[in-house]
Each structure stands twice: as structure tokens, then as C-alpha cells.
């Protein structure tokens, strides 16, 4: 965990840096297929350090993890199986060295393709769940990439967007809240819109 908070005070300290715009779109591209901090921290501190450019920051870290999410999904459709359908050395080192990323969990996500299909790619984007668990499945199990791509810049489009216009509308005295309950808030909001799908699917 001591090394986890280190690189987290390291993603953060590029707020302070003219590199800021830059190492936003780098940490969100690099996130999405490998790298273990998310950028919204980066991306809360350079709202606040200046507002008017809340939703450029978005974009560009919306654009980044778009891109990594491609990435990801390439590692996973190339590099994840042997011709004899078993996992390659990369499998093995993300599954050794990636929080989160276990064998248990990557056919799981299997299994939650073939009944959510869309709606798991959009909730990993939006919420706590590790995105590159998701890219790299994908690719693995050969999922629809136009769908992909699709759920991918609506959901991390929504999240990112999401943070941007907090912290320009209310400031400052927001971080806190965002900081504590944004996993909360972004696991509620995705249960009411795909609640909302589902009630115009079966009941309208």
C-alpha cells in the first residue's frame, strides 16, 4: 500500500508542472490497459488549479483512455492466447502483477459478457471496477470492438465529464466529497441508468 500512495502522490504532483495536460492524457491512456492509479485525482487537481479549462481537461483524458482501452483490447486479442489456447507470458505477468487482474476474475468477466454484453464494458468505464480488466478481456474474448469503442467513450466520457462539472460548478469544497463517496456515486448512478434501460425494455 506504501508504494500504491507513492505513485499516487507522483501521478499528482504533475498538477504543479506546465507537464500537467500532457501526463493527464499519458496516466489516463496508460490506465486503461496497465497502469494501477486512475487519473481522476490528476484531473481534480487540474480543475482546481484552473476551471475554465474543466471540460478541456476532460476531453483530454476522455481521448487518452478511449485510446488505452484500445490498447488494451489489442493486448487481449493478440498477445493473450498461444495457438494451443493457452495463456502467453504476458497473460501470466498481468495476472502476477496487475491489483485486481486474477485468472478468477478474467473469466468471470466471461461469463458476465455473454449476459450484459454493452452494459458491463460501460460499467467498468464508469465505475470503481478496474477498466483493463475489461479492455483486455474483451479482446481476449473477441468482443463486437465497435461496441467496444462505443461503451467505452460514453462511459468514460460520462465519468470524466461527471468530475469536470463539479468541480466547476461548485469549487474547491466539493473535492472532499468527490474524493470520499465518488465510487458510491458513480455505483448509483450506473444502477439507476441501466435500471432506467431496463423498465423502458420490459415495462414500456
Not at 507513492?6 to 501521478?11: E, F, H, I, P
Not at 488505452?68 to 492466447?81: N, Q, R
Not at 461527471?162 to 455505483?187: R, T
Request: hydrophobic letters at 55%.
Amino acid at each position: 500500500m506504501k508504494i500504491v500512495r507513492q505513485l499516487y502522490d507522483w501521478v499528482l504532483h504533475w498538477a504543479d508542472t506546465k507537464y500537467g495536460a500532457i501526463a493527464l492524457f499519458v496516466f489516463a491512456f496508460a490506465e486503461s490497459s496497465f497502469f494501477p492509479i486512475p487519473p481522476d485525482a490528476l484531473l481534480i487537481a487540474l480543475v482546481l488549479g484552473s476551471q475554465t479549462k474543466a471540460f478541456k481537461f476532460a476531453t483530454n483524458c476522455t481521448i487518452g483512455s478511449v485510446l488505452g482501452a484500445l490498447l488494451g483490447y489489442t493486448i487481449g486479442h493478440f498477445l493473450w492466447w498461444t495457438p494451443s489456447n493457452e495463456f502467453t507470458g504476458i497473460a501470466l505477468f498481468f495476472f502476477n502483477n496487475i491489483p485486481s487482474f486474477t485468472p478468477e476474475a478474467f473469466y468471470k468477466i466471461q461469463e458476465m459478457y455473454k449476459e450484459y454484453d454493452f452494459w458491463i464494458i460501460f460499467t467498468a468505464g464508469f465505475t470503481p471496477i478496474p477498466y483493463k480488466l475489461i479492455t483486455i478481456s474483451s479482446g481476449a474474448f473477441n468482443i463486437n470492438i465497435i461496441m467496444f469503442i462505443i461503451a467505452s467513450v460514453v462511459s468514460r466520457g460520462a465519468r470524466f465529464f461527471l468530475v469536470a462539472f463539479l468541480i466547476w460548478k461548485f469549487g474547491p469544497q466539493i473535492k472532499l466529497f468527490i474524493d470520499k463517496y465518488f465510487n458510491w456515486l458513480a455505483l448509483a448512478f450506473t444502477v439507476l441508468l441501466i435500471g432506467g434501460f431496463f423498465v423502458i425494455k420490459y415495462f414500456i
